[in-house]
């Protein structure tokens, strides 16, 4: 059963990831669909599920959080510090935004809505600057919906990721909360 509701987006809501929630996590992180895009290549048994939960989805540095339709889970959206470190992150005021939902939950604007809200949360609420979100060259979804939201493609890193046989762009994109102000 999925925490308690943490945002409200207009279809979602974004709950606070329980240990309850690991097979969840488990079943998507194992689905092609979800893992080949994320570039995630391992499987994930329940003891790395329940690792994963201590060390990554529990910690007080980042935000992870469940997106739901009402208890039904379908997804996480999380905000993650600099990859230069926490003191980075707190200098240049700016995260990472990253989401993922279940195969049979895409294309049904539960990833933009979950998403539209965590970047709101990022700058009314943790008064960010900006966030940033990267996705390969071949994921057309997440491409996207960066550009849906106001994301601007900021760099490419060539040919860093592997995907399906073949090395393809890493693509970086950028919101300024200026920007984002100005789109509302």
């Not at 059963?1 to 943490?6: A, C, E, L, N, R």
């Not at 279809?11 to 990831?17: E, M």
């Not at 990472?96 to 809505?113: N, R």
């Amino acid at each position: 059963m999925p925490g308690p509701v943490f945002l409200e987006g207009d279809a979602v809501t974004l709950r606070p990831i329980e240990e309850a929630d690991i097979e969840f996590v488990q079943r998507c992180m194992n689905d092609p669909r979800v893992w080949r895009p994320a570039l995630d290549s391992n499987p994930m048994n329940r003891e790395l599920g329940s690792e994963f939960f201590e060390e990554v989805l529990s910690t007080e540095e980042n935000v992870h959080c469940l997106v739901c339709n009402g208890e039904e889970p379908l997804g996480i959206v999380s905000l993650t510090g600099s990859q230069y470190g926490p003191d980075e992150t707190a200098r240049a005021r700016g995260a990472e935004l990253a989401y993922y939902l279940a195969p049979e939950h895409h294309d049904e604007g539960y990833g933009s809505d979950a998403a539209a809200r965590m970047i709101r949360y990022a700058f009314e609420d943790r008064n960010l600057r900006r966030v940033s979100a990267r996705c390969g060259s071949f994921n057309d979804a997440s491409i996207g919906l960066l550009e849906s939201l106001g994301f601007e493609h900021e760099g490419t890193l060539r040919e860093a990721a592997w995907f399906r046989g073949e090395y393809h762009d890493m693509l970086w994109y950028g919101l300024l909360r200026a920007d984002w102000r100005a789109e509302r």
